[in-house]
């Protein structure tokens, strides 16, 4: 049972438009979202995060949206530039633990 | 600071063999979790330490794996015996103890023949 839901397993975007990667979860007991993108042959590394008490955050080209009622979380990348292509992964942390769950990943790909 | 090193990066070995994956995290660094990544579940949360105590092992899929962490900078992670369905990415990652501070490792490729 997936807790954390990427039902896009892949993506493709041209180059200058907003790519939109989604992400549903199941669980109310999760306090905060993270996003990671990962590179062939590399490990994923963090992206950007929110927490459950905020409904959006920002940083530079990349933006999360939290939705709680519709336990629906959005990544978007504004505007997608080819080196932006990997896979992105949703997470998301079960109140009072350390571990995190992982979604199946959704493959982006920008072309020019 | 040499990030999270995994070992081997690569092990091919036939089935019913033992295979030991190595993990050093990052000095300082007070959590550790061994995740496995499979096109079908994405990346799995295999079991974590926190101060070298195993937390959460409930995601170890059956009493073949065993990890085990016993000092601040290593880890392994066992298979014994090995089937061809272990087949996946093996990624230890470490946290200073916040969730966003994770740090993954280049992973481990396990093909079991």
């Known amino acids: 049972d997936q807790q954390v839901k990427q039902n896009s397993p892949s993506l493709s975007v041209q180059e200058g438009r907003i790519s939109i990667l989604n992400c549903d979860y199941t669980n109310s007991m999760f306090d905060y979202f993270l996003w990671y993108k990962k590179y062939p042959a590399e490990g994923p590394t963090f992206l950007i995060s929110i927490s459950s008490i905020k409904d959006k955050n920002e940083d530079g080209r990349f933006t999360v949206f939290l939705n709680k009622s519709a336990k629906h979380l959005s990544l978007h990348i504004v505007p997608s530039q080819p080196g932006d292509s990997a896979v992105y992964f949703c997470a998301a942390r079960p109140e009072g633990t350390d571990k995190l769950i992982f979604g199946t990943g959704t493959r982006l790909q920008v072309f020019p | 600071d040499a990030g999270v090193i995994q070992s081997p990066r690569h092990e091919v070995t036939e089935m019913g063999q033992e295979v030991t994956l190595r993990c050093k995290p990052i000095?300082?660094?007070?959590?550790l979790f061994w995740y496995r990544q499979t096109m079908m579940r994405g990346l799995e949360l295999l079991i974590y330490?926190?101060?070298?105590?195993?937390?959460?092992d409930s995601g170890m899929p059956e009493d073949r794996f065993s990890a085990k962490m016993p000092n601040a900078s290593f880890s392994t992670l066992k298979i014994q015996p090995s089937e061809p369905r272990d087949s996946a990415v093996y990624f230890c990652a470490s946290s200073p103890g916040q969730a966003y501070g994770y740090t993954f490792g280049s992973g481990t490729r396990l093909t079991v023949v």
């Open positions: 000095s300082g660094h007070n959590s």
């Open positions: 330490f926190n101060n070298n105590v195993p937390i959460d």
